[in-house]
Nanobody
């Protein structure tokens, strides 16, 4: 099973920016998508952004215009650029990968990286 490792979280002041990275333990070939989610204390995990192998992206309305998902040219690492961060963005951020081999799909989640927005 592919392991995902997130990095780039930390403490940032309101209005600041962070760039999260998601690195798989091995290259995920074939048809696959990558996504970013977050979970704030006492809340359910929520979808933020997704990028497909064709480069198409989609975003949750709550972060549209402030966050941007991208990938490296080798389609290995995936990033989440976060701008104008606000205290409500404080959460654990998770990377997710889904891929298909034949008719079967596989999903892997990272362990999460903490993002805290506070002055």
């Amino acid at each position: 099973q592919v392991q995902l490792v997130e990095s780039g979280g930390g403490l940032v002041q309101p209005g600041g920016s962070l760039r999260l990275s998601c690195t798989p333990s091995e290259r995920i070939g074939g048809l696959n998508t990558r996504g970013w989610y977050r979970q704030a204390p006492g809340k359910q995990r929520e979808f933020l952004a997704r990028i497909g192998g064709d480069g198409r992206t989609n975003y949750a309305d709550s972060i549209l215009g402030r966050f941007s998902i991208s990938r490296d040219t080798a389609w290995n690492k995936v990033y989440l650029e976060m701008n104008n961060l606000q205290p409500d963005d404080t959460a654990v951020y998770y990377c997710r990968a889904e891929w298909w081999i034949g008719q079967r799909s596989y999903v892997s989640w990272g362990q999460g990286t903490q993002v805290t927005v506070s002055s």
